[in-house]
T-cell receptor, first 112, second 111 residues
Framework: DAEITQSPRHKITETGRQVTLACHQT?????MFWYRQDLGHGLRLIHY???????NKGEVSDGYSVSRSNTEDLPLTLESAASSQTSVYFC???????????FGSGTRLTVV | QKEVEQNSGPLSVPEGAIASLNCTYS??????FFWYRQYSGKSPELIMF????GDKEDGRFTAQLNKASQYVSLLIRDSQPSDSATYLCAVRSGGSYIPTFGRGTSLIVHP
């Protein structure tokens, strides 16, 4: 069965370190998205991609980057982790965002 | 700034009752409306979506749009304790490919 997987499930890192969160989907979806979810803020879009070599900034992209070298993967990199980036991160993919997303299981990141 | 507002709740209903969840949106040009269910500690799961041209019923779930008052509702008939979760509304406007999410409403169905 097709799926979307995120790794790791949990991560603790130190302030200032570079961190990469993985997202891999086997749906063959062109559209992939990264969100963070915090209490009181709901889901906020970080970056998204409509296909290979395409990346776009979302509403809270500062301090994050993504790259899209193939259809299956959209890794999210925190260049220099900050405590404000402690959050739950969700990756999502979609054949057509107009028809909704499929979310991965999430990564809980703690920056200490 | 396109806004999507939901009452955070919790909305508490007895088992077997109808749960009614509402979501208001600011962009009158919104075209697609989504409802996701999120259990505690889990990821959001798409329940259903509707376009601006009509309502939809899927089993115990019904999504209804009131364009004049700019809100969309999710009705859950015969509510079950397993329906207890946070329900996220998302709205996509005509000018964007990306939906805006509300903060979610917590629903508690008690036996």
């Amino acid at each position: 069965d097709a799926e979307i997987t995120q790794s790791p499930r949990h991560k603790i890192t130190e302030t200032g370190r570079q961190v990469t969160l993985a997202c891999h989907q086997t749906w063959n979806h062109n559209n992939m998205f990264w969100y963070r979810q915090d209490l009181g803020h709901g889901l906020r879009l970080i970056h998204y991609s409509y296909g290979v070599q395409d990346t776009n900034k979302g509403e809270v992209s500062d301090g994050y980057s993504v790259s899209r070298s193939n259809t299956e993967d959209l890794p999210l990199t925190l260049e220099s982790a900050a405590s404000s980036q402690t959050s739950v991160y969700f990756c999502a993919s979609s054949e057509d965002p107009g028809n909704g997303y499929t979310f991965g299981s999430g990564t809980r990141l703690t920056v200490v | 700034q396109k806004e999507v507002e939901q009452n955070s709740g919790p909305l508490s209903v007895p088992e077997g009752a109808i749960a009614s969840l509402n979501c208001t949106y600011s962009d009158r040009g919104s075209q697609s409306f989504f409802w996701y269910r999120q259990y505690s500690g889990k990821s959001p799961e798409l329940i259903m979506f509707i376009y601006s041209n009509g309502d939809k019923e899927d089993g115990r779930f019904t999504a209804q749009l009131n364009k004049a008052s700019q809100y969309v509702s999710l009705l859950i008939r015969d509510s079950q304790p397993s329906d207890s979760a946070t329900y996220l509304c998302a709205v996509r406007s005509g000018g964007s490919y990306i939906p805006t999410f509300g903060r979610g409403t917590s629903l508690i169905v008690h036996p």
